[in-house]
Nanobody
Framework: EVQLQASGGGLVQAGGSLRLSCQVS????????IGWFRQAPGAEREGVSC????????HYGDSVKGRFAISRDNARNTLYLQMNSLKPEDTARYYC???????????????WGMGTQVTVSS
């Protein structure tokens, strides 16, 4: 059974930082896309950032470029999202998700975690 457990969310002031972690278990593949997505109340879920395995290519949504950084530790089966210069509009529930292959898209991810809440106060 594939499981993704996100953690690291919380309440932070605008301009602050958080680091999210996603522990992955039960997923065995060398060719996959894994990433972070978020959903604010009343809004659709959107892509934040993705990283490809094995080459490590990364992609970022326009709203987070230059502020967020995605990384992974394959030895620990853990995905990270370093979020800096946080803004109130970053407030959302953040989900990690994974799929086989290289397409990293909110509509096509195969396995999802339950998410972690990030709230940025102004």
């Amino acid at each position: 059974e594939v499981q993704l457990q996100a953690s690291g969310g919380g309440l932070v002031q605008a301009g602050g930082s958080l680091r999210l972690s996603c522990q992955v278990s039960g997923f065995t593949s060398d060719d996959y896309a894994i990433g972070w997505f978020r959903q604010a109340p009343g809004a659709e879920r959107e892509g934040v950032s993705c990283i490809m395995n094995p080459d490590g290519a990364t992609h970022y949504g326009d709203s987070v470029k230059g502020r967020f950084a995605i990384s992974r530790d394959n030895a620990r089966n853990t995905l990270y999202l370093q979020m800096n210069s946080l803004k109130p509009e970053d407030t959302a529930r953040y989900y990690c998700a994974v799929r086989f292959g290289r397409l990293c898209d909110v509509k096509n991810m195969e396995y999802w975690g339950m998410g972690t809440q990030v709230t940025v106060s102004s």
